[in-house]
């Protein structure tokens, strides 16, 4: 009993100790509004796509209505495609000189690339910008989204900034995983140590949406120091920080919306590709997946089924600390904040699981995405290969 009092009191001050920084995370973070002018240089708007033609229109009219931008350009890669969103993008295109359709080398990676940093990194050196907006089909943007995002880059004189959408979820399992997008930066990232700090270590951003000074991201290498990395968003702002160059992550909740996954099997496939990266593969993995548990599941664990009246106190506080932040979090993003925060230790576990599971099957070399299975990078061999082709 002592022993399991002591696991749960200790949960119980962690979790109320994230909700205090979700609290003070809230108080610093930038929120990057419309600006009064237009912006004058010439921004390139860039949207790496792969069999998306189930939601690729959405996501491309958002860029086509951009205001506040006297000069941009839109040029969209398609990797290979196979379900025609090409011929999408043309007929939402249609004869818009600004939009430039790029054909990927399908499956014809160079060796040691993943697909999306290829294709962010032909992108990157067509674009004719001084400043690089990098988008995901998924997302959709609101009309003065990329002018204020490159005002906030400017003004806050950063070379990188990701402003995090609103995650739209709509079925019960969205809802149980989708809210941690925006949760887990704000409760895990200490806010003004990342944007003080050149340390790599303290970083977040997120692929849906970055901002980048073109100089800056060419300089540092652009996508091909991160060619193998699966989480290349925080890899490419790691890389920027390593050559003395800055960024940080925004809340964008107001600029852009995503809906990443629309079902239990989107989010499986989606969450097991790159949560391994995320936590390793050693005793790291096993320690991180230990902490939310201990954090945020056992407390509320406790809360119910434990004989001591003091454990189930302390369980009860762990648990309405995390609830707190989880709401904090939900009502400043626009997402949804009730009943769901109540479920924040489901969400948790969910997210444990996940995170067990894409570890097991980085070992067994199971993990697919658009098609392709994610293989260990080799010497003179792509990381990733089509799915059926046998790894060496």
């Known amino acids: 009993m002592r022993i399991s009092r002591a696991l749960v009191t200790a949960g119980s001050i962690a979790s109320a100790t994230l909700t205090a920084q ?93 697909g999306k940093p290829w294709a962010c990194q032909r992108l990157g050196e067509l674009a004719t910008g001084s400043v690089l907006v990098f988008v995901d089909a998924d997302v959709t943007l609101n009309p003065h989204a990329v002018a204020a995002g490159v005002a906030m880059l400017r003004q806050s004189q950063m070379h990188m900034v990701s402003p995090y959408p609103k995650q739209a979820a709509h079925s019960l399992a969205e809802r149980i995983t989708q809210p941690l997008v925006n949760w887990s930066w704000l409760a895990t990232l200490p806010l003004r140590l990342a944007e003080r700090s050149k340390s790599p270590a303290w970083s977040a951003a997120i692929g849906q949406f970055l901002i980048i000074d073109t100089d800056a991201y060419r300089a540092s290498g652009g996508h091909e120091p991160v060619a193998d990395v699966i989480l290349e968003d925080v890899g490419v702002l790691r890389n920027l920080k390593r ?40 005793p790291g993995a096993l320690g991180g997946i230990a902490a939310m548990l201990l954090i945020y599941v056992l407390p509320a664990a406790a809360t119910l089924a434990s004989k001591d009246v003091t454990t189930r106190r302390w369980g009860a506080a762990g648990y309405a600390s995390g609830v707190a932040g989880r709401a904090l979090v939900a009502h400043r993003t626009g997402e949804r904040v009730w009943p769901d925060s109540l479920a924040h230790p489901a969400s948790l576990a969910a997210f444990a699981g996940l995170a067990t599971a894409s570890v097991l099957r980085k070992r067994r070399g199971t993990i697919t995405w658009k098609d392709r299975i994610l293989g260990q990078p080799e010497l003179g061999q792509s990381s990733l290969q089509p799915v059926g082709t046998p790894r060496i």
Request: with cysteine.
């Open 22 to 114: 979700i609290a003070l995370n809230m108080a610093l973070v930038k929120k990057p509004s419309t600006p009064t002018s237009p912006i004058c240089e010439r921004v390139s708007i860039l949207l790496p796509v792969r069999n998306e033609v189930h939601r690729v229109e959405p996501t491309l009219r958002s860029l086509i209505d951009q205001q506040g931008l006297s000069d941009f350009e839109i040029l969209v890669l398609d990797d290979g495609s196979t379900d025609g969103t090409a011929a999408a993008i043309a007929r939402v295109a249609a004869d818009d000189p600004r939009v430039r359709l790029v054909q990927g080398n399908g499956d014809q990676l160079p060796p040691g690339w993943l």
């Open 243 to 282: 050559n003395g160059y800055r960024g940080i992550p925004v809340d964008g909740s107001d600029m852009a919306e995503c809906r990443m996954y629309t079902g239990p099997e989107e989010i499986y496939e989606g969450y097991t590709k790159s949560l391994w990266s995320a936590f390793g593969r050693g």
